[in-house]
């Protein structure tokens, strides 16, 4: 179990450096990225999401308690090498969570004075965690799911794609990785618009505990009120792909 946690513990370290990182980046003051825009943004979560899953190969790279969930909900009965119990799912989820609050902080060591600079607290929150751009929970819970769906739904498929002779599971290496930070990219693309798309509870939780917890010069509120919506959506949206994948994947 040690190993599951520390290899999701690393991998969603390097996840959220890079996406924190990313939205620092653009929205912080006097930085050289400063406005680059949206688009931008995905890319960096794509590619946080490419280094934080190869990073995280002992455990198969979770990096999202949706995607645990989710394979969960699929029927699966071994994760990373291990039989399914209490203490595996544990390990994925306390992994998962440590490891976004260590990258957040990371993030904010690295961007400390342009933190410092920032007028605007809301810029500084957006760093840390989202906020929809029409707050409607109910709308909100709803795209969150869906693009989480997309994303469980395609991690499954990889999972189960065959080799064209064989049948067996056929093995792309890093390409695997990279699939799935284009497909990250893609509903960032599509889907991201209406809430930042956190697609991943700990993505939003983790960071927006530390944005609660850290010295940030002029940080304002955290908005807990809103917190709840980029959890429950996600795990709907997992679960949701993790029990389809069986009669719409044999």
């Avoid at 794509?46 to 280094?51: L, P, S």
């Avoid at 994303?151 to 080799?163: E, H, K, N």
Wanted: include cysteine; charge should be neutral.
């Amino acid at each position: 179990m040690g190993t599951i946690f520390l290899s999701e513990t690393v991998g969603s370290m390097l996840l959220l450096l890079m996406g924190c990182g990313v939205v620092a980046n653009t929205a912080l003051a006097r930085t050289k990225g400063n406005g680059t825009g949206f688009l931008f943004v995905n890319w960096g979560w794509g590619i946080g999401v490419f280094i934080g899953v190869i990073a995280a190969y002992k455990s198969g790279g979770h990096l999202n308690p949706a995607v645990t969930f989710g394979l969960l909900a699929s029927g699966e009965t071994e994760m990373g090498g291990h039989p399914v119990s209490a203490g595996l799912i544990a390990a994925y989820l306390g992994g998962q969570l440590l490891g976004a609050m260590l990258g957040a902080l990371l993030a904010w060591v690295a961007y400390k004075q342009h933190f410092d600079e920032e007028p605007e607290a809301a810029s500084k929150l957006a760093v840390f965690a989202t906020s929809p751009g029409i707050r409607n929970p109910l709308f909100n819970v709803a795209t969150e799911a869906i693009g989480t769906f997309v994303l469980v739904f395609g991690v499954i498929a990889a999972g189960r794609f065959t080799a064209a002779a064989g049948g067996e599971p056929a093995n792309l290496g890093w390409l695997g990785a990279l699939g799935v930070a284009l497909l990250v990219f893609g509903i960032g693309v599509s889907l991201g618009g209406p809430t930042g798309y956190a697609i991943n509870p700990t993505r939003d939780l983790g960071p927006r505990i530390m944005h609660a917890i850290l010295p940030i010069k002029g940080k304002g509120d955290s908005d807990w009120g809103y917190s709840w919506v980029p959890v429950v959506g996600p795990i709907i949206g997992g679960v949701v792909a993790g029990l389809l994948a069986g009669p719409l994947l044999p």
